[in-house]
């Protein structure tokens, strides 16, 4: 076997300074070389040797020793006669591809019976583990410095304490510090001085990682100190407080989600029910159509693009045949709410068979968005991401609607018919198309709430009929022709229905909450925000 | 004899009533005495359909009594008819006795699917027909009084009114499909036997129970007749035209409306207890919102307040359902949806009203 001569190694060095010339960093250049250097007395060390280099390529600092010494250990580490280099065999067939050891540059594949392996034992291993996890600790990435923490986390040792201990002292990295003192807590939890395991417990008190909740539930059910025990009893308590809390919130925010996909049901029902005073049955119907126009915009754009286009669509085609509706048959209906109810029920079974003889009666699958799915740390809190964006969508339609209605001209027209409609025909205000554009705006957010829904739910016929009890269900408890009314309450029947749910079962905390509501409107038939004065009346 | 006034004066009622006891007598006699190739002749499966008619008829009736006489659009009439039905058919499951698959002496069979050891308690008594013939009329009573008490007492009306009794049949729905709830879930309760030892499924059996639908309709329709005719009824149309006048004339509003309300609703148990025998099946299904719906559109296509009408449009709309469904299944709700808009539009008082203007007018 030719061992390397120095005249090469001369013209090695050469090859790479002339590289650094055109660009390499110089550093690195020279780095590169006395690793070579290293990886040539390596091949031929014993295994005393061997540890010796190691050691020195451990204090070299540079980028590619972590790779080397991994090689090494996991039995990859050649030394090629042909070029004579040492290299990196990827794999394990006869024809193997390798990589420069120092470069890192691939050299395509050779017979394995063209390199020779570096050998490493047991003792060796161990070693290289050992340098490894200090290296990845003392790198200058703060992503291998977290990595190094997590992996002692995973699986504690006294040398690695010792090791850690020593990083903390010169750490800058804030979130790797708290890292550092978690594993360094943890690490003391094995103590045998009972005063600092207790310590550690009370100072691990509180957190809800899995590696440190179970050495702590052990040490308060074994402990052999009554004090260090108790400790731990103490610290584990703060979890379980910790992690109720967590689950509360979690509970609420999925209330909250149920409760915005209410609202946005709701809403344009408490504009066309509350403001106008008429029962739409066919609002459900109004929100599939929405639904539907998503799934068509689908087909026609990429899915990423398809929302916002199917909002101002669903709007848009929602509104159109809630002024059909409103023109065709409701205006003939004013003043009689129950022949209102029936002929809009009507309207609800022909839309619902018209879409199932289109479109099948099967349901449509809409697909989300990348943007939406998913899920987002919110603090401890992991929620989906298209729960947070439907309850984002909402509280905006709601501060649109809220604007449409203050702000604006037509808002204010048709809070004037509302309140009194001669008076306002006195005033110059034409109450014919202020009742259809009424109820195309009361239609159209019933349009875009389909948008919505397509999101969390199938698409289909039937879609509409789940969702009508429980909008008009929300409109009445928040009060009828109270927007915010509307909001409170759609919010609080979601969190109410989503507290009771792990107690009772999804099914009857639904059945428990429409009791609940039904026993309401007998106590205040006006619902939670009452109207008061003329407008009451009417 | 001499007929009642009230019933005298009751021209419509009085055809309708003849017309009852025509196919009460002539329907059994087809089927049982025609030969089988006569043209004449009924299939068990068409007294059957129309025995269904006439118990749709019944619910019909009831809903007119309260909407059409006191104003109350009740959204849930088809909940105290399933519960009727259920009561009986709790009935009918306890004949099934060790003849059902499992063939458990007192446990329904989807009880000893779902490894129950005993009968719920309130299952008990459903083995006597008695018991459960009073319950098919106290327990739709029981809470239509309960629900009208406490809504009519606290003034709920219109269309609240509605809504909740549509939240209520709702949440019925939810929870008869629980099978926690012991009344056999999604399936309800099915694979009836007999009923006083009468195997259903024989054609005596169903000209049995057709039979005794027609005299339900018409004691039914008489009872209702008689009710609007007293002063109770006059209190109930005053209550409907204006209920402030009526309750500071100084009637106790509430109480004349809980009282009908929950008559109205034991009405609809009856409905509901002749129905099972004769299809066979109760599930949760009978609970829907649209069923409700349904029985009120028979009602406003008929012509509402005048319990004749009632008639008249269950039957009418149920034979178009029957054929519609079968012939041209697409078009039923279309059809449905349409009527539910033409009548409102065009015909709001239906088909008897449109009947009396060209009385009045020729």
Known sequence: M???????????????????????????????????????????????????????????????????????????????????????????????????????????????RDLDRITANNRLRSLIEDRLASLGLASADPRQRKAAVEAFLRNPDPAGAERLRA??????????????????????????????????????????ETEIRGPLARMAAEDGDPAAKEAARIALA??????????????LFFGLSLGSVLILAAIGLAVTFGVMGVINMAHGELMMLGAYTTWLTQQWLPVNWSLPVAVPLAFLVAALVGIAIERGIIRFLYGRP????????????????????????????????????????????????NRLVILGFCIAVFALLWLALQRTRLGLEV???????????????????????????????????????????????????????????????????????????????????????????AVLAKILVLVFLILFIQKRPRGLFPQRGRAAEV | MRLPPWLLSDRAGLVLLAILAIIGVGVPVLNLLAPPDHPLHLTAYTVTLLGKYLCYALLAVAVDLVWGYMGILSLGHAAFFALGGYCFGMYLMRQIGTRGVYGDPVLPDFMVFLNWQELPWYWHGFD???????????????????????????????????????????????????????????????????????????????????????????????????????????????????????????????????????????????????????????????????????????????????LVGAVVGAVLINYAKTWLTGALPEVWLFALGGLFVMVTLLLPYGLIGLLRRREATA
């Open chain 1, 2 to 112: 030719p061992s390397r001569t120095p005249s090469r190694a001369g013209f090695f060095a050469l090859a790479f300074a002339l590289l650094a010339l055109f660009g390499a960093s110089p550093a690195r250049a020279a780095d590169d070389d006395s690793v070579r250097t290293i990886l040539a007395q390596l091949r031929d060390a014993d295994f005393d040797g061997k540890t010796e280099m190691i050691e020195k390529l451990v204090a070299l600092d540079h980028p590619r020793i972590a790779t080397i010494l991994k090689a090494l250990s996991d039995s990859r580490l050649y030394y090629q006669e042909e070029g004579d280099r040492v290299v990196i065999g990827l794999g394990d067939a006869a024809d193997i591809a390798i990589e420069d050891a120092v470069s890192g540059a691939a050299l395509g594949q050779v017979g394995k």
């Open chain 1, 167 to 208: 990083r903390l002292a010169v750490e800058t990295d804030s979130g790797i510090k708290e890292l550092l003192w978690l594993a360094l807590a943890l690490a003391d939890l094995a103590s045998d001085d009972a005063t600092v395991r207790a310590k550690a417990a009370t100072a691990l008190g509180g957190r809800m």
């Open chain 1, 238 to 251: 703060r979890t379980e407080f910790r992690l109720q809390m967590l689950g509360w919130a979690e509970t």
């Open chain 1, 338 to 385: 129950l022949e209102t109810l029936l002929a809009t029920f009507g309207v609800s079974l022909i839309l619902q068979q018209a879409v199932r003889s289109i479109f099948s009666p099967l349901n449509r699958s809409v697909a989300t968005p990348d943007w939406m799915s998913g899920t987002i740390l919110l603090g401890p809190l992991e929620v989906t991401l």
């Open chain 1, 415 to 505: 809070r004037a018919v509302a309140q009194n409609r001669a008076m306002a025909r006195a005033m110059g205000v034409r109450s014919a198309r202020v009742d259809a554009l009424t109820f195309g705006l009361g239609s159209g957010i019933a349009g875009v709430a389909g948008v919505a829904l397509s999101q969390l739910t199938n698409v289909g016929p039937n879609l509409g009929q789940s969702y009508i009890v429980d909008s008009f269900m929300v409109v009445v408890f928040g009060g009828v022709g109270n927007l915010w009314g509307t909001m409170v309450a759609g919010l609080s029947l979601g969190v109410a229905n989503k507290l009771l749910e792990p107690w009772s079962g």
């Open chain 2, 128 to 306: 006597l027909f008695w018991f459960a013939a009073v319950m098919v009329l106290v327990v739709p009573g029981l809470l239509a009084f309960v629900f009208g008490w406490f809504a009519f007492r606290s003034r709920v009306s219109g269309v609240y009114l509605s809504i909740i009794t549509q939240a209520l049949t709702y949440a019925l729905m939810l929870a008869f499909f629980r099978n926690e709830m012991g009344f056999g879930g999604n399936n309800g309760l099915t694979d009836f036997k007999d009923a006083l030892g009468f195997p259903l499924q024989a054609d005596g059996a169903r000209i049995v129970l057709f039979v005794l639908s027609t005299l339900a309709l018409a004691g039914g329709y008489l009872a209702c007749r008689w009710l609007v005719s007293t002063r109770l009824g006059r209190v109930l149309v005053a209550i409907r035209d204006s209920e402030d006048r009526a309750r500071f004339l100084g009637y106790r509003v509430e109480k004349v409306k809980a009282l009908v309300f929950t008559f109205s609703a034991m009405l609809a148990g009856v409905a509901g207890a002749l129905y099972v025998p004769q299809v066979g099946i109760i599930n949760p299904g009978e609970f829907a919102p649209l069923n409700s719906i349904e029985a009120v559109i028979w009602v406003a296509v008929g012509g509402r307040g005048t």
